[in-house]
Nanobody, 120 residues
């Protein structure tokens, strides 16, 4: 089976930085897309950033210029470097991956989430 495990969340002051990691393991042939979504209390889950196999990226408007997504294909891992953090970045961050498990079989997976709290 495929599992996504996030790490790197925590408490940081406004203006600070954090780096999140998400490692995929299990029956994996390839991972066309990997990314991060977040959900703050009382709000809907929103896109933070996504990256495809060759490194093309897409960012949510609120994080452009502050966050950088990257991936290590050899390690099946995606990273999110978060700089200039703001209180409004406080949320549970979820790793997401589109995974090809074998030829013709592709599934979408979610991690359990990691809490990021930014104090003012």
């Amino acid at each position: 089976q495929v599992q996504l495990v996030e790490s790197g969340g925590g408490l940081v002051q406004a203006g600070g930085s954090l780096r999140l990691s998400c490692a995929a393991s299990g029956s994996i042939s390839s991972i066309p897309d990997m990314g991060w979504y977040r959900q703050a209390p009382g709000k809907q889950r929103e896109l933070v950033a996504v990256i495809d196999k060759i490194g093309s990226t897409k960012y949510g408007q609120s994080v452009k210029g502050r966050f950088t997504i990257s991936r290590d294909n050899a390690k099946n891992t995606v990273y999110l470097q978060m700089n200039s953090l703001k209180a409004e970045d406080t949320a549970v961050y979820y790793c997401n991956a589109l995974i090809v498990e074998r030829i013709g079989v592709t599934n979408n997976y979610w991690g359990k989430g990691t809490q990021v709290t930014v104090s003012s």
